[in-house]
């Protein structure tokens, strides 16, 4: 069974980078697949981050381009989330979810961990 | 790119039938089948429901299911149940590796 647990702080300041790390079991990253940032505001929908693959190649969201950058660690089967320069409204629930490369949908997900932005 | 438009709610009565919309352009929704749908109940992840238009993941009830015309898809849940009253989300790739998810519809059973 495919498994993806997030990690990382809670809280960042504002204008400090916000950094997640997703950790997957049930499956090796090596082995394919796509893996994919998602969030959601409180009480908002859901907007794509970004995405890696095992290989290290990225694709990022246009609005959020400037300020993300994700990288994967095949060793510990882990992929991870930089994003810079944050404020009040990257306060958000993030997700990690697996992406499959030939329909881009999300079978599977973590569960999601909140990080709010303040000083 | 801009989000999909989605009805934010719609509601049916228990055994009836609703159909909730998701409407892009002819860059995402009407230029590739690759729209999915998610379930989303408060304080969970959000679940696959449909991918590719029309297809339903193993497990997924029957009740549920996909179309696109143009550059509009639906999710129509037939047979409404409690347990469906949830938030529900489309997503369709956007070319360029982009991928946009829709606004949210809250699905109420009456």
């Known amino acids: 069974q495919v498994q993806l647990q997030e990690s990382g702080p809670g809280l960042v300041k504002p204008s400090e980078t916000l950094s997640l790390t997703c950790t997957v079991s049930g499956y090796s990253i090596s082995s394919g697949y796509y893996w994919d940032w998602i969030r959601q505001p409180p009480g908002r929908g859901l907007e794509w981050i970004g995405t890696?693959?095992?290989?290290?190649?990225?694709y990022y969201n246009p609005s959020l381009k400037s300020r993300v950058t994700m990288s994967v660690d095949t060793s510990k089967n882990q992929y991870s989330l930089n994003l810079r320069f944050v404020t009040a409204t990257d306060t958000a629930v993030y997700y990690c979810?697996?992406?499959?490369?030939?329909?881009?949908?999300?079978?599977?997900w973590g569960q999601g961990t909140l990080v709010t932005v303040s000083p | 790119q801009s989000a999909l438009t989605q009805p934010p709610s719609a509601s049916g009565s228990p055994g009836q039938s609703v159909t909730i919309s998701c409407t892009g352009t002819s860059r995402d929704v009407g230029g590739y089948d690759y729209v999915s749908w998610y379930q989303q109940h408060p304080g969970k992840a959000p679940k696959l429901l449909i991918f590719?238009?029309?297809k339903r993941p193993s497990g997924v009830p029957d009740r549920f299911s996909g179309s696109k015309s143009g550059n509009t898809a639906s999710l129509t849940v037939s047979g409404l149940q409690a347990e469906d009253e949830a938030d529900y989300y489309c997503s369709s790739y956007a070319g360029f590796n982009n991928l946009l998810f829709g606004g949210g519809t809250k699905l109420a059973v009456l």
């Open positions: 890696i693959y095992h290989t290290g190649s990225t």
């Open positions: 590719e238009v029309t």
């Open positions: 979810a697996r992406d499959y490369p030939g329909g881009r949908h999300h079978e599977y």
